[in-house]
T-cell receptor, first 113, second 114 residues
Framework: SQQGEEDPQALSIQEGENATMNCSYK?????LQWYRQNSGRGLVHLIL?????REKHSGRLRVTLDTSKKSSSLLITASRAADTASYFC?????????????FGSGTRLQVQP | EAGVTQFPSHSVIEKGQTVTLRCDPI?????LYWYRRVMGKEIKFLLH????????ESGMPNNRFLAERTGGTYSTLKVQPAELEDSGVYFC????????????FGPGTRLLVL
């Protein structure tokens, strides 16, 4: 498996429901970021959580980080059709000191109106 | 404030030709990154500039790829000669300083090598 793996790979829900996506990684990190990509568009930064933080909120988004399990989750509450997109987690590695982000393969979220 | 911009948005070239992609980072951002996503794979890091210097080019696949950032503003990524496996989406990102980790991405350039 690779650094920054999301699950599920695909998720289909109804508008108004909550969507939860998970991300696992392998190495020690400085921070973990979540991005959204609408079909054919660029990556939009959603939220960054540092390695010493456990939970962070931004609007309808809630991100948790468990460094002992090397995992993170992204919760979107009261989903909307406009939330339909692919969601990626990305980490930068503490051990290398580099700023390169390592991305997972993403979760494709489909919100049915 | 304008975001990261990339040009062109799409490029279709034949194998063996040369293509040059351009990225304009957010004004004032010293850090500039190139990433790419080839078909069916994850987004992969290519290299990182700090101003005009290459900080990390560990992700560059081979010597057919040349990145420059003269003057520390915009950057170009040249692929010469292009091969079929170079097809994919090339993303550029920028961030403001060493302590500012958030990387802001451009819309990407979709490259198709025939």
């Amino acid at each position: 498996s690779q650094q920054g793996e999301e699950d599920p790979q695909a998720l289909s829900i109804q508008e108004g429901e909550n969507a939860t996506m998970n991300c696992s990684y392998k190495t020690s990190i400085n921070n973990l970021q979540w991005y959204r990509q609408n079909s054919g568009r660029g990556l939009v930064h959603l939220i960054l959580i540092r390695s010493n933080e456990r939970e962070k909120h931004s609007g309808r988004l809630r991100v948790t980080l468990d460094t002992s399990k090397k995992s993170s989750s992204l919760l979107i509450t009261a989903s909307r059709a406009a939330d339909t997109a692919s969601y990626f987690c990305a980490t930068d590695r503490m051990d290398t000191g580099r700023r390169a982000l390592t991305f997972g393969s993403g979760t494709r979220l489909q919100v049915q109106p | 404030e304008a975001g990261v911009t990339q040009f062109p948005s799409h490029s279709v070239i034949e194998k063996g030709q040369t293509v040059t992609l351009r990225c304009d980072p957010i004004s004032g951002h010293d850090n500039l990154y190139w990433y790419r996503r080839v078909m069916g794979k994850e987004i992969k890091f290519l290299l990182h500039f700090v101003k005009e210097s290459k900080q990390d080019e560990s992700g560059m696949p081979n010597n057919r790829f040349l990145a420059e950032r003269t003057g520390g503003t915009y950057s170009t990524l040249k692929v010469q000669p292009a091969e079929l496996e170079d097809s994919g989406v090339y993303f550029c990102a920028s961030s403001s300083g060493w302590t500012q980790e958030t990387q802001y991405f451009g819309p990407g350039t979709r490259l198709l090598v025939l």
